[in-house]
């Protein structure tokens, strides 16, 4: 009994902090395995969305790089062509003529205008195209392949029904029954479609292209890049290295910093408040373009610049003054061309935010129809994302695809742009 009194009365022993460490382990390894679970299944459903995005983009887009055409033996009549005008022949009534010996059965007025509905408006400018290079054709009859209409190439795609009732489709049943001959001739197919990719816009989708706005996509990321990327080194270089560290120098690096987060949307405002209504400069020009998408980029090239000249060792800077460089000879020899990498990595990245821009060019006027491919940097132009959202509103079904393939393309451009920046940096990044 007095033994047992005696051990209860003994004082407890303390705990030591190794013990405290121990007993609160195993709660924060559990903690640890679930934030990590969480952090895989983060990224696991942004892959799955990312990866269902461009399933969709891709599925709805890969048609349109495939174009439905026609093939018809086309009379170059020497009683309708002046020689002297090729322009003033009628290659619609060619085509008509093409079609009604194909199809010499059909009859009335109601009939032929839908026969010559399945073929494209846009083919007679091939015919004319085709005779303007050779003159020779003239009174020869020529297998030639047309583009067919948008809604035979929707058919012909498999995205318009031909079993559904005629009223439910834009083809009659009479037009179905046409283009069923002229597949069991074999002479309605799917061939690649180099049009998409070498024309301009156009009110009819199988005629519309991307070149018009690739080119001044060109363009327009050609005065981005020829003004923003010496501006913003020279910025970078002058706050990083000489500018004296003051009140005035901080409202710069605070507004710099600032106008990296400005929606883009405002530099578009401000290019059409100055550039266009101020200056008078050409509406809808690349130039213009190139001048808005400079100031939006500026920013992110300056930020990114001084990130790269802080990351050289202060050990380069003293090593070059210790041997009697100059400030100047110690900036431009030493530390800005081993900042560089960083700083082509900053303007690679900010010129594919400047190409995927659609808000600031739509202010400057650059949401025009363009037809014609720009050739200078004054002319009328678009650009890649604003083509795209110009077809992203047309009603038909086939600029449906053209949307999505316009986008592709895009998408494979910004993908090249941003391996470039990773290239450039792994290539030539420094570890100190």
């Known amino acids: 009994?007095?033994?047992?009194?005696?051990?209860?009365?003994?004082?407890?022993?303390?705990?030591?902090?190794?013990?405290?460490?121990?007993?609160?382990?195993?709660?924060?390894?559990?903690?640890?395995?679930?934030?990590?679970?969480?952090?895989?299944?983060?990224?696991?459903?942004?892959?799955?969305?990312?990866?269902m995005l461009f399933a969709d983009i891709f599925w709805k887009g890969h048609t349109a790089f495939r174009q439905t055409f026609i093939q018809l033996n086309i009379l170059f009549d020497p009683e309708l062509i002046d020689a002297e005008n090729l322009a003033a022949a009628d290659y619609n009534g060619f085509i008509r003529k093409a079609l009604e010996r194909e199809f010499p059965e059909v009859s009335g007025r109601g009939d032929r205008r839908e026969l010559s509905q399945i073929v494209s408006p846009g083919a007679a400018f091939i015919l004319q195209k085709q005779l303007r290079d050779n003159p020779e054709l003239i009174g020869q009859t020529l297998p030639l392949w047309v583009?067919?209409?948008?809604?035979?190439?929707?058919?012909?795609?498999?995205?318009?029904?031909?079993?559904?009732?005629?009223?439910?489709?834009?083809?009659s049943d009479k037009q179905l029954?046409?283009?069923?001959?002229?597949?069991?001739?074999n002479k309605i197919q799917k061939k690649f479609n180099?049009?998409?990719?070498t024309a301009g816009d156009s009110r009819e989708p199988e005629l519309a292209g991307i070149w018009g706005a690739t080119v001044g996509s060109l363009y327009t990321l050609f005065i981005t890049l020829l003004l923003s990327f010496p501006i913003g080194v020279a910025t970078a270089v002058y706050l990083e290295e000489f500018a004296p560290k003051n009140r005035w120098t901080d409202i710069i690096e605070v507004n710099i910093n600032n106008l990296a987060a400005v929606p883009s949307i405002v530099f578009g405002l401000?290019?059409?408040?100055?550039?266009?209504?101020?200056?008078?400069?050409?509406?809808?020009?690349?130039?213009?373009?190139?001048?808005?998408?400079?100031?939006?980029?500026?920013?992110?090239?300056?930020?990114?610049?001084?990130?790269?000249?802080?990351?050289?060792?202060?050990?380069?800077r003293e090593a070059a003054l210790g041997i009697g460089a100059s400030k100047m000879q110690m900036v431009t020899h030493h530390v800005l061309p081993l900042a560089m990498p960083g700083m082509l990595t900053g303007t690679i990245i900010g010129m594919a935010q400047a190409l995927g821009e659609t808000a600031p060019l739509l202010m400057i006027g650059m949401v025009a129809f363009i037809v014609d491919i720009p050739g200078s940097f004054t002319d009328p132009s678009t650009v890649l994302p604003v083509q795209i959202y110009l077809w992203a509103d047309s009603p038909e079904r086939a600029f449906v695809e053209r949307t999505s393939a316009a986008i592709m393309v895009l998408l494979a451009f910004l993908i090249a742009m941003n391996a470039v920046a990773v290239y450039l940096r792994k290539k030539f990044e420094h570890r100190w």
């Open 147 to 171: 583009p067919a209409n948008d809604d035979v190439d929707m058919l012909m795609k498999g995205h318009i029904d031909r079993y559904a009732p005629e009223g439910e489709r834009r083809l």
């Open 1 to 51: 009994m007095s033994n047992a009194v005696s051990e209860a009365s003994k004082p407890e022993k303390p705990l030591r902090t190794l013990d405290i460490v121990n007993a609160g382990l195993a709660k924060r390894y559990r903690a640890e395995r679930r934030f990590r679970r969480l952090g895989l299944a983060a990224i696991i459903a942004s892959l799955a969305f990312l990866s």
């Open 194 to 197: 180099k049009t998409f990719f």
């Open 270 to 316: 401000l290019g059409l408040a100055v550039f266009l209504n101020f200056f008078g400069m050409p509406r809808s020009a690349p130039t213009v373009g190139g001048l808005v998408l400079t100031l939006m980029t500026l920013p992110t090239i300056i930020i990114a610049g001084r990130a790269a000249l802080k990351s050289v060792p202060p050990s380069i």
């Open 177 to 185: 029954a046409w283009l069923k001959r002229l597949e069991e001739q």
